[in-house]
């Protein structure tokens, strides 16, 4: 075992297993916490100062994370656990859940708009300055291209592909 891993291992006072089922278990978190993480790193820093060591400075600061995530997770997990709270870490423990589920907000797929994007798209500029109208190249693309859509589909598909193609340049 090196010395920086005896510093951080009496420094934060837990072993190396709980230290990575603590980053796993970070690792799955929104950036609301996360950023709640680097700020209560940040605290610990400052009740633990004493105890930093200029010749260790980033072991210290990992050490002082792992001890912050290890205090949200614990009081995350006790309601789990059946242990007491107080009614200030039971409403984090509420707004940590929270903001864990808008941060797993899913992008639901969109494969036709994607076959839009990736095939259609410039041959569909390419018909509309031409003058054809959507019902025309909703035609033409089932004609030539034997793939269905809507000309209304067609029409906002490609105006959000356009507005996100003008908002990349």
Same mark, same amino acid.
């Given at each position: 075992m090196?010395?920086?891993?005896?510093?951080?291992?009496?420094l934060?006072?837990i072993?190396?297993?709980?230290?990575?089922s +603590?980053?796993?278990?970070? =690792?799955? $978190?929104?950036?609301?916490?996360k %950023? #709640?993480?680097?700020?209560? *790193?940040g605290d610990?820093?400052?009740?633990?100062?004493?105890?930093y060591?200029?010749?260790?400075?980033?072991?210290?600061?990992?050490?002082m994370l792992?001890?912050?995530?290890?205090?949200?997770?614990?009081?995350?997990?006790?309601?789990?656990?059946?242990?007491? +709270?107080?009614d200030?870490? =039971?409403i $984090?423990?509420?707004?940590?859940? %929270? #903001?864990?589920?808008?941060? *797993?907000?899913?992008?639901?797929?969109?494969p036709?708009?994607?076959?839009?994007?990736?095939?259609?798209?410039?041959?569909?500029?390419?018909?509309k300055?031409?003058?054809?109208?959507?019902?025309?190249?909703?035609?033409?693309?089932?004609?030539?291209?034997?793939?269905?859509f809507?000309?209304?589909?067609?029409?906002?598909?490609?105006?959000?592909?356009?507005?996100?193609?003008?908002g990349?340049?």
């Amino acid at each position: 075992m090196s010395i920086t891993q005896k510093y951080i291992d009496n420094l934060s006072g837990i072993t190396r297993q709980k230290r990575q089922s +603590l980053f796993d278990w970070f =690792s799955t $978190q929104g950036e609301t916490i996360k %950023i #709640e993480a680097i700020r209560l *790193q940040g605290d610990l820093a400052n009740q633990h100062r004493d105890r930093y060591d200029k010749q260790y400075r980033h072991e210290f600061y990992y050490a002082m994370l792992i001890l912050a995530l290890n205090k949200m997770h614990w009081t995350e997990t006790a309601h789990t656990q059946k242990k007491s +709270l107080n009614d200030k870490e =039971s409403i $984090q423990i509420t707004q940590l859940r %929270i #903001e864990r589920l808008k941060a *797993q907000k899913r992008v639901k797929s969109a494969p036709k708009k994607e076959l839009i994007r990736i095939r259609f798209y410039e041959e569909i500029a390419a018909l509309k300055s031409q003058g054809l109208s959507w019902r025309q190249i909703a035609d033409y693309i089932r004609i030539h291209h034997k793939k269905n859509f809507t000309f209304g589909y067609l029409r906002n598909c490609f105006i959000e592909l356009t507005a996100e193609k003008g908002g990349q340049n």
